[in-house]
């Protein structure tokens, strides 16, 4: 609920007339702000379809025992359309995302196991909890950080400012500074160099803890669903990564069209994630600090563990011999 003014520009920048479906998570103290936000949305949004998801939950048990999987679950059911995009709240698609991804359904249509990667990258300033994030942040809370969006090219709108964002140092790939193995594989200095729209084919993974954003395909009984064990912060969106993976569904990076994490105070679900020293990313299901991060490096394990015992040990995109193997 605290995220919910980005949520007009996000339309504005994905098309007022293509479907986006909302999942709001809230508790019952939450319901009278719902209620207010929800008539100014559907006017900036008419093709938004709402879904609410109320918990009555503590406020604690609200953040850290957030069910991320079963929404994303519950918003997959109530999707009209063949494939879908995956996304959190906090990232603003570039403009005419929508268009590009029509313009590559050729390749989706190749094979149901086609899907479309979208490179993620991320606005510097949102600050954190070391000295120097702190000193970079640009926003401490909901409001000023809400100042910030109407500011002229603060988040950029298109590729062409995306690659001035970079140069400046003011964006970077998305968790380059805490997980920069989270999103290597799109080997964003190689894509922003290429000339060519449509997409590149990933023939290897650099890593085992790639975890991109991706547009695959709606087909209830074929798709695979998130897995709702996983809650709160961490391994919530690789479990589905790695599943597709070794299901062996073919990944294609999109060329000149991205999203892009808007900053914002960090949430208390990844800072209980971090507390102690855990890093976020770590994919091979060692580490911990938290009670939730070590659950969930458990239970990531054992999934990855069932994959291969079911699926087989090697999936039809391997491992890379060299990094960036995938031009």
């Not at 086609?114 to 000193?135: D, M, N, Y």
């Not at 290429?194 to 993974?205: A, H, I, L, P, Q």
Request: hydrophobic share 30%; charged share 25%; with cysteine.
């Amino acid at each position: 609920m605290n995220r919910f003014w980005i949520l007009a520009e996000s339309c504005n920048r994905w098309g007022t007339n293509n479907d986006f479906v909302l999942v709001i998570y809230y508790t019952q103290n939450e319901f009278s702000e719902l209620q207010s936000q929800l008539p100014g949305l559907t006017k900036a949004c008419p093709k938004v379809s709402v879904v609410p998801f109320c918990e009555d939950r503590t406020d604690k048990d609200h953040f850290l025992e957030y069910p991320v999987n079963t929404l994303r679950n519950v918003g997959i059911d109530h999707l009209q359309t063949s494939h879908y995009l995956m996304v959190d709240v906090d990232f603003l698609p570039s403009h005419y995302l929508h268009e590009v991804i029509i313009h590559s359904r050729s390749k989706l249509a190749e094979d149901d196991k086609q899907l479309l990667i979208v490179p993620a990258f991320q606005r510097q300033g949102g600050g954190g909890e070391t000295e120097l994030e702190k000193s970079s942040s640009v926003c401490t809370d909901a409001e000023s950080c809400k100042e910030k969006l109407n500011e002229k090219d603060f988040i950029p709108y298109g590729y062409k400012s995306l690659v001035g964002c970079l140069h400046s140092r003011k964006c970077i790939p998305f968790q380059y500074d805490n997980n920069p193995l989270g999103h290597s594989t799109t080997d964003s200095e190689h894509w922003v160099a290429r000339d060519s729209d449509g997409n590149t084919e990933v023939k290897c993974f650099d890593n085992n803890r790639y975890e991109p954003y991706m547009v695959v395909r709606h087909c209830p009984g074929f798709t695979p669903y998130y897995d709702e064990r996983f809650y709160g912060y961490g391994k919530n969106k690789i479990e589905m990564v790695a599943h597709l993976r070794h299901l062996d569904y073919k990944f294609n990076i999109l060329n000149k069209a991205f999203i892009i994490h808007f900053p914002h105070p960090e949430s208390k679900s990844k800072n209980e994630w971090l507390q102690n020293g855990g890093n976020g990313g770590n994919g091979s299901g060692g580490g911990g600090g938290s009670k939730m991060h070590e659950e969930m490096d458990k239970l990531y394990g054992k999934f990855v563990r069932d994959l291969k015992k079911y699926h087989g040990q090697t999936p039809l995109t391997p491992l890379c011999t060299t990094p960036h193997n995938h031009k």
